[in-house]
């Protein structure tokens, strides 16, 4: 007896697609909405790089700025970037982790964000230029 998937639910299907068709034309605005804030509401809370995700604490005493930076080299080590290769960082935020892998393990990146806020700031923190080159505008 031969296992086969089962037959396609064409009202489901229909609904899906109208449901990634509205993510599709939606996405931008839901990027401004929420990343668009206004880049002094997120310092208020977020470490000097403004990494927006977790962080690895390694004691309860350490910081969080600390603690982000051993994060973004954790997952460069973790991908076991070498120098010269190309890092493609697809929702890069505010750049923390690009800057940091073009930094300090010397890799070419291009950073993508949709957030015109955050690729302002990135910008005009970032001036290093062969590093603010490689982030496309919105």
Request: net charge positive.
């Amino acid at each position: 007896m031969a296992l086969s998937l089962p037959k396609k639910n064409k009202q489901r299907s229909a609904k899906y697609s109208r449901t990634k068709h509205r993510i599709r034309k939606n996405g931008k605005q839901s990027i401004a909405h929420h990343y668009d804030l206004g880049n002094d509401f997120y310092r208020l809370w977020l470490d000097p790089e403004m990494v927006y995700s977790c962080a690895y604490f390694s004691s309860h005493e350490q910081p969080l700025a600390e603690a982000q930076r051993d994060k973004l080299d954790y997952l460069c080590r973790k991908l076991r970037l070498q120098e010269g290769q190309h890092l493609l960082d697809i929702g890069c935020g505010w750049g923390a982790f690009s800057i940091w892998a073009a930094h300090h393990y010397h890799v070419k990146v291009h950073g993508i964000t949709l957030s015109e806020e955050q690729y302002r700031l990135l910008m005009a923190i970032y001036s290093d230029p062969p590093t603010a080159n490689n982030f496309a505008p919105p």
